[in-house]
């Protein structure tokens, strides 16, 4: 079993930046494809970065290209959201995700199995 952690999450002011955290206990996520997703009130959960087992393959929604960027330490076991020129329409719950049958990041929640229990990002206009 993986349990995932999320920290970092907090108020911001629109254009202002966050970096989220996630770690891992119980399993090493170094042969895991990891990804980030985000919820806002009365919207479906949604994809926002992904990132291969290396580090060495990115993903991301288009919403966020240019102002996210994943990444990860496989030797501390974490996994990481730099969000810069964050927007109103950033402000969501985000989660971590950690795929086991995957190397390369996916954009569907259903290919991943582990999920931390989310961070509240909010950001002022």
């Known amino acids: 079993q993986v349990q995932l952690v999320e920290s970092g999450g907090g108020l911001v002011q629109a254009g202002g930046s966050l970096r989220l955290s996630c770690g891992a206990s119980?399993?090493?996520?170094?042969?895991?494809?990891m990804g980030w997703f985000r919820q806002a009130p009365g919207k479906e959960r949604e994809f926002v970065a992904g990132?291969?087992?290396?580090?060495?393959?990115?993903s991301y929604a288009d919403s966020v290209k240019g102002r996210f960027t994943i990444s990860r330490d496989n030797a501390k076991n974490m996994v990481y959201l730099q969000m810069n020129s964050l927007k109103a329409e950033d402000t969501a719950v985000y989660y971590c995700?950690?795929?086991?049958?995957?190397?390369?990041?996916?954009?569907?929640?259903?290919?991943?199995?582990?999920w931390g229990q989310g961070t509240q990002v909010t950001v002022s206009s």
């Open positions: 995700a950690a795929a086991s049958g995957l190397r390369m990041p996916s954009k569907s929640a259903y290919s991943y199995d582990y």
């Open positions: 119980g399993r090493s996520l170094r042969s895991y494809a």
């Open positions: 990132i291969s087992w290396s580090g060495g393959i990115t």
